[in-house]
């Protein structure tokens, strides 16, 4: 969001001939950091460490609407994004395999289970 452009090749899903498949501009960016920043202030609250007034039904559908995200994430479009994706080979796809869709899935995974034993 700020103009950066270190790591930008290996954040944005690109198609086999390299060319980007999405073109965040810096809303976007925005509005991505504050949706995952909202997201880790829900798990701060849920775990207690957070003192915030929060609808009860917010928490009761947000500890599986939260980790669903995430899992959906993992799994992916089915062309760029995800472990079943369709685009292996870009510089993307093989952070993607490696680090990002991983890393959804672990966060979904543990977001379930604080859902089920929290």
């Known amino acids: 969001m700020f103009g950066g452009t270190f790591g930008f090749a ?17 809303v ?8 995952l920043m909202a997201f880790a202030a829900f798990y701060l609250i849920i775990s207690g460490i957070l003192t915030v007034h929060v609808p ?4 009761s559908y947000g500890k599986w609407i939260v980790p669903g995200i995430f899992m959906l994430r993992a799994i ?10 369709g685009v292996k080979q870009t ?16 966060i979904g995974i543990i977001g379930f289970a604080l859902a089920i034993f929290n």
């Open 91 to 106: 510089e993307f796809a093989q952070m993607d395999t490696r680090l990002f869709s991983p890393l959804c899935l672990l």
């Open 56 to 59: 009860q039904w917010v928490l």
């Open 10 to 26: 290996q954040a944005i899903p690109t198609n086999k001939n390299g060319e980007r498949v999405l073109n965040p501009g810096k």
């Open 28 to 35: 976007d960016s925005a509005i991505v950091g504050l949706g």
């Open 76 to 85: 992916g479009d089915f062309r760029y994004v995800g472990f079943f994706k």
